[in-house]
């Protein structure tokens, strides 16, 4: 078939997934021009307010004509062939600037090279589409950024009412995806910010363990915890770009629900969910278990040793004041205050503070996963609360500091353990987005895909998780 005689990919793109576009790509059921179109289209719609700091319409139309040739030629596609991918702005990507959501870095000059996460994105036939918006300098779990605008939520559920907060710091690749304008988003996760987002948007947030991808040629929050990773719409597609971005491939353990053996932690995790979290946590248990899991609860105490690990700013505070103080000298009227706030925290952590808690770290990981060590994966919900309404966020310092500490409480965690997770949607029907986390310690990440594509199953057998 002519992929020129029929371009459309399906009537509701939010729909499509990276797996069923290179299927209808490849069966000439779909161009990679005429997905661009549509993305660009989306991309251009009021759900999509705020989202792109910039596009890269002129070269993501030449990439998206070589596919089309390709693909005409019937010659081999790459694993994401023609599919509209967004890039934080965090990545550098040959020939525009980088500026990390801030003011202070407007002046930035275009990148020489591509990052090398975007690069192989690149390689794999992706069509970048343009530079998302983000929390400035990745630093907040909410999303908002006071310079240009913050996206709102794009959940199906949470569109006609309120703006609610898309989720950070990741907030314009999730917004892009829950659109429908992109079918994956490049992002970072340093104490959640692809698993937040993606929970309160309805999507798939994949955390890897950290060593596994490439943080080259990206601005960072903290050295020590930033992780490269994507959002998409289901767990496979999580799997694909996995692969792409870490450049292996993943092993899927041929084993049913019922053979895992999986837990929920008592401690910090379950503490003060709001009524939708705590519904759908715990029907999606009930549902699990009615299907053969083994879920146990497990107390796990050592979670609680997290918080005042932190207390001072932990290492994002150490890590971005090493990064920013000299601009933060000449620059810091740009600066967002409330991420400056942060940022300065870093200032009174001495070099033995910062020596001692890497030692407490890795103290605390040996007894965490030991605790875990009979266990397949942990479960919990991602966040405590849905996403609230966003003005009260913007106009109080209060509110927005509390609902940061609440969404960064339990992904967080993961990032502190070296660990790897999945958030996956778990509400029903109208209700608005709640993330499952399945999640587990360092290099546990093929495990931590295959349950998580085993309970995706389950619930979507169940009538469905999307809001």
């Not at 965490?368 to 919990?380: E, I, N, P, V």
């Not at 990440?445 to 998580?452: G, I």
């Amino acid at each position: 078939m002519n992929v020129q005689s029929n371009p459309v990919i399906l009537s509701a793109p939010e729909a499509v997934t990276l797996q069923g576009f290179r299927a209808a790509l490849t069966g000439g059921q779909a161009s990679a021009s005429a997905a661009l179109a549509q993305s660009l289209r989306i991309a251009d719609s009021p759900l999509c307010r705020h989202v792109y700091v910039r596009r890269f319409d002129a070269v993501a139309a030449a990439t998206a004509r070589a596919i089309d040739t390709l693909q005409a030629a019937r010659a081999p596609l790459p694993a994401l062939a023609g599919a509209p991918v967004s890039v934080k702005d965090l990545y550098d990507v040959a020939g525009f600037p980088t500026t990390a959501g801030a003011r202070s870095m407007r002046d930035a000059l275009p990148a020489s090279a591509d990052s090398l996460a975007v690069a192989r994105i690149r390689a794999a036939g992706a069509v970048l589409v343009g530079h998302t918006q983000m929390s400035e300098f990745a630093f907040s779990g909410i999303g908002i950024n006071p310079h240009d605008g913050t996206p709102a939520n794009a959940a199906p559920s949470a569109r006609g009412g309120p703006a609610r907060i898309p989720g950070g710091s990741t907030s314009g690749g999730a917004v892009s995806v829950a659109s429908g304008a992109v079918l994956a988003a490049l992002g970072s996760d340093t104490g959640g910010s692809i698993r937040i987002p993606a929970a309160l948007q309805g999507l798939v947030g994949f955390k890897n363990t950290q060593r596994l991808t490439p943080l080259d040629g990206t601005v960072p929050l903290s050295t020590t915890l930033d992780t490269v990773c994507a959002i998409t719409r289901d767990v496979r597609d999580a799997i694909l770009m996995h692969e792409v971005l870490a450049t292996r491939r993943v092993a899927l353990p041929t084993r049913p629900l019922r053979a895992w053996r999986l837990a929920v932690p008592q401690t910090v995790m379950l503490d003060a969910l709001d009524a939708t979290v705590a519904r759908a946590f715990a029907r999606s248990l009930d549902l699990l278990r009615r299907q053969g899991a083994q879920i146990d609860e497990l107390s796990l105490p050592g979670l609680a040793d997290v918080g005042p690990m932190m207390a001072s700013g932990g290492f994002s505070a150490a890590e971005s004041w090493a990064w920013h103080r000299q601009r933060l000298a000449v620059r810091g009227e740009l600066y967002d205050p409330r991420v400056a706030m942060r940022i300065r925290r870093g200032e009174a952590i001495s070099a033995a503070d910062y020596i001692d808690l890497h030692g407490a770290r890795r103290d605390w990981i040996a007894r965490t996963a030991l605790a875990m060590s009979g266990y397949d994966a942990m479960l919990s919900p991602t966040l405590p609360i849905v996403a609230p309404e966003l003005a009260p966020l913007i106009d109080s310092d209060d509110r927005f500091f509390a609902a940061n500490a609440q969404v960064l409480r339990n992904p967080s965690i993961v990032n502190m353990l070296d660990g790897c997770a999945l958030s996956l949607p778990c509400q029903q029907g109208d209700e608005l987005p709640v993330g499952l986390m399945i999640w587990r310690d360092a290099m546990a990440d093929d495990t931590v895909l295959a349950v998580s594509l085993a309970i995706e199953t389950a619930l979507q057998a169940d009538g469905g998780n999307r809001a």
